[in-house]
């Protein structure tokens, strides 16, 4: 089986600042990892994945994470926050398969002026 | 190039009846994945459809069912609705084993 779970459902942050949302995944097989955004009333855009290649993934928008296996974790960070930036994030994992995609809670990201 | 379309975007039902969501993958996709969203949650899985064939379900009861057409278009269907079914319902299209591109969704309230 297959989960992540997404520390903190809010995350406020000063326009300029640093972005630093939290993931850690449970998985019994390799895991694919992702990263999606969502602004109200819409659908979900994948920023980034994780697909067994580099372990830094560099996203769009100024986004990246890191694959560290030793911590099953694959936190989302971005060097300076941006109003836009203004959304919810969701965390997912899946098998190589992507047939049973789980996705975490998701974390609010508020970006003050 | 067409993106993934859903309709209906809102929808009210009653509890017990039954409804029908739609969804237009994008071209030169065959594969359609659904996912109910309940409000201040993360999406979870329902089932996937690739060719015409389930091809993997999450945790949810036989009420929930799904069709996917020639044309790979996708038809999710919950039967004897539930309070607790009210929610963003996702479907998201992909080529199998790639990146799953979403629609913004259809909101279903059962009153």
């Known amino acids: 089986a297959q989960s992540v779970t997404q520390l903190g459902s809010h995350v406020s942050v000063s326009e300029g600042a640093l972005v630093l949302l939290r993931c850690n995944y449970s998985s019994s097989v390799p895991p694919y990892l992702f990263w999606y955004v969502q602004y109200p009333n819409q659908g979900l855009q994948l920023l980034l994945k994780y697909t067994s290649a580099a372990t830094l993934v560099k996203g769009i928008n100024g986004f990246e994470a890191e694959f560290k296996k030793s911590e099953t974790s694959f936190h989302l960070t971005k060097p300076s926050a941006h109003m836009s930036d203004a959304a919810e994030y969701f965390c997912a994992v899946s098998s190589a398969d992507l047939n049973d995609m789980r996705f975490g809670a998701g974390t609010r990201l508020t970006v003050k002026p | 190039e067409t993106g993934v379309t859903q309709s209906p975007t809102h929808l009210i039902k009653t509890r017990g009846q039954q409804v029908t969501l739609r969804c237009s993958s994008q071209?030169?996709?065959?594969?359609v994945s659904w996912y109910q969203q309940a409000l201040g949650q993360g999406p979870q899985f329902i089932f996937q459809y690739y060719r015409e064939e389930e091809n993997g379900r999450g945790n949810f009861p036989p009420r929930f069912s799904g069709l996917q057409f020639p044309n790979y278009s996708s038809e999710l269907n919950v039967n004897a609705l539930e309070l607790d079914d009210s929610a963003l319902y996702l479907c998201?299209?992909?080529?199998?084993?790639?990146?799953?591109?979403f629609g913004p969704g259809t909101r279903l309230t059962v009153l």
């Open positions: 998201a299209s992909s080529t199998q084993g790639s990146e799953q591109f």
């Open positions: 071209s030169g996709h065959n594969t």
